[in-house]
């Protein structure tokens, strides 16, 4: 009897302590912003009355929420893509049989694990004004007038989005590259003898085998890119405002700007859930997208 109470209740045993650690440090304050975005609510004074839904209106009427919104997407866009994009050809590159490919695959880590204070001073520098910056001065040298990296919407997302993808390019090709060196090389060699050329077999061939990988890696880099606060705030150096008019302020940097500038908890957890549904939705949409790809022929 207690050998097969053993074999029944042990598996439970074993991962209880992370539901339970979950359920008290995760899923309670999930629910529980549920209950603060339905009140006024405040540091100092805590829960100041029953609002209803009242935030959730003054959300959708909010220009500082759609203009929060806007700049999250458009960062996405012009980050996301070209990412995953530039780590699938780094992943099939590093691959193929080629000299140091140890060393090249070892590189690819490291602007994942440099820390945040050194990137911060190294794209300040890289993206500085136009006496100091480093691409202005360039740009000066060669008779081009400087850029207005922080001044200008789109130059911002642009520079936000070289930020992002120096960061985590590598570590998206590592994943890739675990995946493809999974796959049987008894494939590719048929491929060979029917003479398909090395981009047809990575058409046809590898990005089909990698869906399953292709869509961890959108979900994720979907999830980590709409919660986007790091690389914004360190690149504006004016706390959560995201610039003098709010040209690169993401949605998670509003929450922040609602919750500790102006104390408005009530509001900011409200924006926190609708940003979950937006999360949510586009990361069904990226599913869907990602298995309309089809299988090797």
């Known amino acids: 009897m207690w050998s097969r109470l053993d074999i029944r209740t042990s598996p439970y045993l074993f991962i209880t302590p992370f539901f339970l650690l979950f359920g008290v440090f995760g899923l309670f304050p999930l629910l529980y912003t549920v209950w603060v975005s339905l009140h006024d609510w405040s540091l100092i004074g805590g829960n100041e009355g029953f609002a209803g839904l009242d935030n959730y209106v003054r959300l959708a009427g909010d220009e500082k929420f759609w203009n929060a919104l806007y700049n999250t997407l458009g960062i996405f866009a012009i980050a996301v893509v070209p990412q995953l994009l530039i780590a699938l050809l780094l992943a099939d590159t590093l691959n193929r049989r080629i000299r140091f490919a140890n060393v090249f695959r070892m590189t690819l880590i490291l602007p994942y694990i440099t820390s945040i204070?050194?990137?911060?001073?190294?794209?300040?520098?890289?993206?500085?004004?136009?006496?100091?910056?480093?691409?202005?001065?360039?740009?000066?040298?060669?008779g081009l007038d400087p850029v207005a990296w922080q001044a200008e919407r789109y130059w911002s997302w642009t520079a936000i989005a070289t930020m992002i993808d120096w960061r985590w390019t590598g570590y998206n090709a590592l994943i890739y590259?675990?995946?493809?060196?999974?796959?049987?090389?008894?494939?590719?060699?048929?491929?060979?003898?029917?003479?398909?050329?090395?981009?047809?077999?990575?058409?046809?061939?590898?990005?089909?085998?990698?869906?399953?990988?292709?869509?961890?890696?959108?979900?994720?880099?979907?999830?980590?890119?709409?919660?986007?606060?790091?690389?914004?705030?360190?690149?504006?150096?004016?706390?959560?405002?995201g610039g003098s008019q709010g040209q690169f302020q993401t949605v998670m940097m509003l929450v922040f700007q609602e919750t500790f500038d102006y104390q408005n908890f009530g509001y900011a957890a409200a924006i926190s859930w609708v940003l979950f549904l937006i999360v949510v939705v586009m990361g069904l949409i990226n599913v869907w997208l990602t298995s309309r790809i089809k299988g090797a022929q």
């Open 117 to 142: 204070a050194a990137l911060a001073i190294v794209f300040s520098v890289v993206f500085g004004g136009e006496q100091f910056g480093l691409i202005n001065q360039v740009l000066g040298t060669l």
């Open 177 to 241: 590259l675990a995946a493809m060196q999974s796959v049987s090389k008894d494939v590719y060699e048929a491929a060979d003898l029917d003479g398909a050329s090395r981009l047809r077999q990575f058409v046809q061939i590898t990005i089909p085998l990698l869906r399953p990988t292709i869509i961890f890696t959108v979900i994720i880099s979907t999830i980590g890119q709409m919660q986007l606060f790091t690389e914004p705030t360190i690149f504006g150096n004016n706390g959560y405002a």
